[in-house]
């Protein structure tokens, strides 16, 4: 059976355990030597993904943009970046995805535009109260001649949330909502033309064979009537994942936009499937993304942001079985993505860490990164074993860690800038990946360009160093995903077993997962090792360290 043709069976839901791995486009591989990733640089590496093991590829944006946010600003739904490559180049990379048996995921960014879009500049032409403007966000400022933004809204990036534009006759004039960057405009999903530009962009990619979308903000989309001012507490998510009754997040709105893109993949045989990005204070919240009618997945956060404590990682693995299973839907699990600290630093921090705040040269709380990469396996391990659906972030198979060296005069992300370099932002989990240890910018291109630094270590990290070492983060993600599809380990429930307060530990059929978070080793007795995220020798399992056996 080809690539294609296990697409074609109706029925088979293949997003309920997939493994879908993310791309980078920027920083996954350069086929023209200028620094920046490209299409044509993904499919030349897509061999690669099929001997990993991994079921589906989630792409970041490629879509035309003037890359303010790394793409996150999109200036033309319906075509490809000239910095990515062109259609052609998509067609042929989905293609070799398909006839490699890997499905392809494509990033939709509803929430905003980039300002360049021709939409949001005949609303700058048009003015107020025109068509053109309905749809977006644009209001009159408060104060006697408008001079105070409508309300006092944050944006995620720093700074204030609206900005007031200057009119065709040079007076200043409306103002408008941007969560985001100021060249990230809101759209407004109360007005039908904006659904109805929307439906038409999925239909354009699906027309082309994308298996589905990952929805970018899937929680922002819609605002409280009336916009009211509202301020954040300090120690608040800026995505809004830590607070209830955020009027620029989670509103109930949001969820008849997902009833109708349903209805139009529904249209297309395959299983076409849409994972949500929605920060939402509980997972009883988050599941009601991914009711039968609305989206298929929508990504664990509560997991992601877990610390590294077996009584809480526990509980939120109990939580998100019960809570997707309430609702029919599987559970996701993720460790890693663009917009996070990578896990391999992440989950060895030892101060407070919000996310999008990152971590420079001057961050405290800098892991020890032996523990940290420890960590890393052992959590991978444990995920990888969980029924429901994986997503693994380009690089974290290689043990990458976070990249917290880059000069502040080469940092990218606009929350560096915003915040007037008070939050380093995403810029360290974006670098890069290493292929070849001894080759031009290590293998990501043949010149040695790259648009973010790579770290000098990065070279004991590459994909061909790895492939040479038996006991290397790649080998043990291979082995995970072998025996995870061998095992079917993405259906089904779990049992949980005791080995102690300091131990995630359960069984999955004959296969036993046990992960040891505390201090002194934990005895498994007369056990046959399958895998151990860290080799060691004896049946006593050490601490950060995983293994997964069966019984003599």
Avoid at 364 to 392: E, I
Avoid at 429 to 445: K, L, M, S, T
Wanted: aromatic letters at 10%; one cysteine or more.
């Amino acid at each position: 059976m080809t690539g294609l043709e296990q697409f074609a069976a109706p029925g088979a839901q293949w997003w309920r355990s997939a493994v879908i791995y993310q791309i980078y486009p920027r920083s996954f591989a350069d086929s023209t030597g200028s620094g920046v990733g490209d299409l044509p640089g993904i499919t030349s590496r897509l061999a690669a993904l099929e001997e990993l093991g991994v079921d589906a590829i989630w792409l970041s944006p490629f879509m035309t943009s003037p890359q303010k946010d790394a793409g996150y600003d999109v200036a033309d739904y319906r075509d490809v970046d000239p910095l990515f490559g062109t259609l052609d180049d998509f067609d042929a990379m989905l293609a070799e995805a398909h006839a490699r048996g890997i499905r392809v995921i494509v990033d939709l960014v509803p929430n905003h535009s980039s300002d360049r879009h021709p939409w949001f500049q005949q609303a700058l032409a048009a003015g107020p109260g025109s068509p053109e403007r309905a749809r977006y966000i644009f209001r009159d400022g408060r104060g006697e001649n408008g001079d105070l933004p409508p309300n006092n809204w944050e944006s995620v990036f720093g700074g204030g949330m609206w900005e007031r534009v200057v009119e065709a006759d040079g007076t200043p004039g409306q103002w408008y909502l941007h969560i985001f960057d100021v060249t990230q405009p809101d759209f407004d999903w109360t007005n039908p033309e904006v659904r109805a530009e929307f439906r038409s962009v999925l239909r354009f990619w699906l027309d082309r064979g994308v298996d589905g979308f990952r929805v970018d903000v899937a929680h922002g989309m819609i605002k409280t009537d009336g916009l009211p001012d509202y301020m954040p507490p300090v120690e608040a998510d800026s995505m809004g994942g830590g607070e209830a009754d955020v009027p620029y997040w989670g509103q109930d709105g949001v969820h008849d936009i997902y009833r109708d893109w349903h209805r139009v993949l529904a249209e297309y045989d395959g299983d076409r499937a849409l994972c949500g990005e929605a920060w939402l204070p509980t997972l009883k919240q988050t599941a009601l993304w991914v009711r039968p009618d609305e989206m298929h997945q929508t990504f664990n956060f509560p997991y992601m942001m877990t610390a590294w404590d077996a009584a809480s990682i526990r509980d939120v693995i109990r939580e998100s079985l019960a809570e997707f299973g309430a609702v029919g839907a599987p559970s996701t699990w993720v460790l890693s993505n663009h917009d996070v600290v990578r896990h391999a630093t992440r989950l060895a921090v030892t101060v407070e860490n919000p996310q999008g705040d990152g971590l420079g040269p001057l961050s405290a709380g800098k892991p020890d990164p032996a523990v940290g990469l420890s960590r890393a396996r052992a959590a991978t391990a444990v995920m990888l074993a969980l029924p429901g659906s994986s997503y693994l972030y380009q690089g974290e198979e290689l043990g990458l860690p976070e990249a917290m060296e880059i000069p502040d005069d080469l940092r990218q992300d606009p929350t560096w800038f915003r915040s007037q370099g008070e939050r380093y932002g995403r810029d360290g989990c974006r670098v890069p990946i290493p292929w070849e240890a001894d080759a031009p910018a290590y293998g990501f291109n043949d010149t040695g360009a790259s648009w973010l630094p790579q770290p000098e270590e990065w070279a004991r990290f590459a994909r061909d160093a790895e492939t040479a070492d038996a006991a290397s983060t790649l080998h043990l993600y291979r082995t995970l995903l072998r025996l995870r599809r061998e095992r079917a380990l993405g259906v089904g429930s779990l049992v949980w077993e005791d080995r102690g307060e300091e131990a995630i530990a359960f069984r999955r059929g004959d296969l036993h997962v046990v992960a040891n978070l505390g201090a002194e080793p934990i005895e498994l007795g007369d056990v046959t090792f399958l895998t151990q995220s860290e080799p060691f020798e004896g049946t006593a399992l050490p601490t950060d360290t995983a293994a997964w056996f069966v019984t003599d």
